[in-house]
């Protein structure tokens, strides 16, 4: 009997990244939406056509399945007939036949790796693939008891030769404290890249090195209390993490190691991990758009960097469904306030309600108190200390990841002289935040926001249209002829592709380019 994969497929990728173009989607046919084929799913119909045989399937019987009509797919191990999701796939028929009778697992993860494949697909698996029984060759597994030794990393022959240097851990105790720290042999490190999440007696602190994850999971020998401290200390690459005792007893070990413990792997190929964060607030923004508090609980540290983005996931009617945002600020002069209550544990999302959607109605359906939960953060934007010109292109709710890094050049970049908004919208209803905007241009004289309608009413004064060469050239102005330029672009994928290629054609290269892809 084969086991069918029950937990959700963690994203161990970005879906919005450095990019010459987006994935664009098709149009589907009427019916063909995602919830009907959640309800096509529940049906109880055979979609494998194996009247509900799983079977164990070898190479030469997957290349015989190569057709619209009678295509099986390879991902991780496992086969499936997608044949019957063929019309309900948002990215067209063609874009799945690219992967039909092989194994589909690099195209899939190149384009969605996010997607949580094994709960949308599960009633069109076959089967597993076939595979040659191997020897495992010296390994041993079993519980060790952790000690407070440098143990040493699982890291591979090309991690060593390619990769940072692998990290290390120890832990001491006091009679009410216990320290764990993490030798990361990186100055450059920030206390974002540390994320920490402590549920019952596990204890999970994964730390973002470069292009890595190094991950320490242990189950603790005694019990904790929910707070703790975290501080890195930059100039040696050192972090430190304080728990507290629930007793001042003595321990003889920090406890046994969980999976992945003491591994330092390239992020893409880790899953991510979520926690349950409780809805504390929703307010209207625009007439479609609402602002969602969500507390992180009181056993986790997480600080989003700026420019990265977390998934929201749900179950709806059974079925896992998950979608990424990015964190934005409480409002957009909020950096600006004087210091007030510490809102590490608050994450803040712009959100467009979609009435005829799957998954934003669900979501505003929520009731204060409710829980979602909340990936890692994924992303790999990054902006230069020496930064002089900022030019930020956004379409609707593509303004969201804007507003953290506004907040972040104005704020933390001495040699910025200017940065510029262009924020594309249909209507004055639909501009998020415009007057928070407009008082900022006001505030910071470096700062400057211009507003395009392609259904304005009569009344208003400012551009029209849509992104076009023409307004391009006028907007990006740099101040000095060979000033350090980044231009960040994020909206719809159509405007994002259009955007690209006008970029390029007013010759600005890729380095200067940064697109938020969904």
């Given at each position: 009997?084969?086991?069918?994969?029950?937990?959700?497929?963690?994203?161990?990728?970005?879906?919005?990244?450095?990019?010459?173009?987006?994935?664009?989607?098709?149009?589907?046919?009427?019916?063909?939406?995602?919830?009907?084929?959640?309800?096509?799913?529940?049906?109880?119909?055979?979609?494998?056509?194996l009247k509900g045989r799983l079977i164990e399937v070898t190479e030469e019987e997957l290349k015989k399945h190569n057709k619209k009509d009678d295509c099986w797919i390879c991902i991780r191990g496992y086969v499936y007939n997608v044949s019957p999701y063929m019309e309900y796939h948002p990215g067209g028929e063609d874009e799945l036949m690219?992967?039909?009778?092989?194994?589909?697992?690099?195209?899939?993860?190149?384009?969605?790796?996010?997607?949580?494949?094994?709960?949308?697909?599960?009633?069109?698996?076959?089967?597993?693939?076939?595979?040659?029984?191997?020897?495992?060759?010296?390994?041993?597994?079993?519980?060790?008891?952790?000690?407070?030794?440098?143990?040493?990393?699982?890291?591979?022959?090309?991690?060593?030769?390619?990769?940072?240097?692998?990290?290390?851990?120890?832990?001491?105790?006091?009679?009410?404290?216990?320290?764990?720290?993490?030798?990361?042999?990186?100055?450059?490190?920030?206390?974002?890249?540390?994320?920490?999440?402590?549920?019952?007696?596990?204890?999970?602190?994964?730390?973002?090195?470069?292009?890595?994850?190094?991950?320490?999971?242990?189950?603790?020998?005694?019990?904790?209390q929910e707070d703790f401290s975290v501080r890195v200390i930059q100039n040696v690459g050192k972090i430190e993490i304080v728990l507290k005792k629930k007793e001042n007893t003595s321990w003889e070990c920090l406890g046994h190691p969980l999976e992945n413990h003491n591994s330092f792997v390239p992020k893409k190929d880790t899953g991510l991990y979520y926690r349950k964060c409780q809805l504390i607030s929703k307010e209207d923004v625009t007439h479609d758009t609402k602002l969602f508090c969500l507390m992180l609980p009181a056993s986790t540290h997480l600080q989003v960097p700026i420019g990265q983005h977390v998934y929201l996931k749900l179950?709806?009617?059974?079925?896992?469904?998950?979608?990424?945002?990015?964190?934005?600020?409480?409002?957009?002069?909020?950096?600006?306030?004087?210091?007030?209550?510490?809102?590490?544990?608050?994450?803040?999302?712009?959100?467009?309600?979609?009435?005829?959607?799957?998954?934003?109605?669900?979501?505003?359906?929520?009731?204060?108190?409710?829980?979602?939960?909340?990936?890692?953060?994924?992303?790999?934007?990054?902006?230069?200390?020496?930064?002089?010109?900022?030019?930020?292109?956004?379409?609707?709710?593509?303004?969201?990841?804007?507003?953290?890094?506004?907040?972040?050049?104005?704020?933390?970049?001495?040699?910025?002289?200017?940065?510029?908004?262009?924020?594309?919208?249909?209507?004055?209803?639909?501009?998020?935040?415009?007057?928070?905007?407009?008082?900022?241009?006001?505030?910071?004289?470096?700062?400057?926001?211009?507003?395009?309608?392609?259904?304005?009413?009569?009344?208003?004064?400012?551009?029209?249209?849509?992104?076009?060469?023409?307004?391009?050239?006028?907007?990006?102005?740099?101040?000095?002829?060979?000033?350090?330029?980044?231009?960040?672009?994020?909206?719809?994928?159509?405007?994002?592709?259009?955007?690209?290629?006008?970029?390029?054609?007013?010759?600005?290269?890729?380095?200067?380019?940064?697109?938020?892809?969904?």
């Open positions: 009997m084969l086991n069918v994969p029950s937990q959700s497929f963690p994203a161990p990728s970005s879906q919005q990244r450095v990019s010459s173009g987006g994935r664009s989607k098709v149009p589907l046919k009427p019916g063909r939406s995602l919830m009907d084929w959640i309800r096509l799913t529940k049906s109880g119909k055979d979609l494998t056509g690219r992967a039909a009778g092989s194994d589909g697992t690099d195209l899939f993860d190149q384009v969605h790796r996010w997607v949580n494949y094994e709960s949308m697909l599960k009633e069109c698996l076959v089967g597993r693939m076939a595979v040659k029984p191997t020897i495992p060759t010296d390994y041993h597994e079993e519980k060790k008891i952790l000690n407070g030794m440098l143990p040493k990393s699982q890291v591979t022959d090309t991690l060593a030769k390619e990769g940072p240097i692998s990290p290390s851990y120890d832990w001491f105790q006091t009679a009410s404290l216990v320290t764990i720290v993490i030798y990361t042999k990186q100055k450059d490190l920030k206390l974002d890249s540390v994320i920490i999440d402590h549920q019952y007696d596990s204890f999970r602190a994964e730390t973002i090195i470069k292009d890595y994850s190094y991950l320490i999971h242990i189950e603790l020998s005694h019990e904790i179950t709806i009617t059974g079925t896992e469904i998950v979608k990424p945002y990015t964190p934005v600020s409480d409002s957009l002069l909020s950096e600006f306030k004087e210091p007030g209550f510490p809102n590490n544990r608050y994450i803040y999302f712009l959100i467009k309600i979609y009435p005829a959607g799957l998954f934003t109605p669900e979501l505003d359906h929520l009731q204060i108190g409710d829980f979602v939960s909340v990936s890692s953060p994924e992303g790999n934007f990054k902006i230069s200390q020496e930064l002089e010109d900022l030019f930020l292109l956004a379409a609707g709710t593509g303004f969201t990841p804007m507003v953290k890094i506004l907040n972040y050049a104005l704020i933390n970049i001495p040699s910025l002289r200017k940065v510029k908004l262009m924020f594309f919208n249909k209507t004055e209803d639909d501009i998020i935040w415009r007057s928070q905007l407009e008082n900022l241009a006001c505030k910071d004289k470096r700062f400057d926001a211009e507003f395009v309608l392609s259904s304005p009413s009569s009344e208003w004064k400012g551009k029209r249209g849509h992104i076009s060469p023409g307004l391009l050239s006028e907007f990006l102005k740099r101040s000095l002829d060979k000033s350090r330029v980044l231009i960040c672009i994020c909206g719809p994928a159509p405007f994002t592709e259009q955007g690209i290629r006008m970029l390029h054609d007013l010759n600005f290269s890729k380095d200067e380019i940064h697109s938020f892809t969904a």
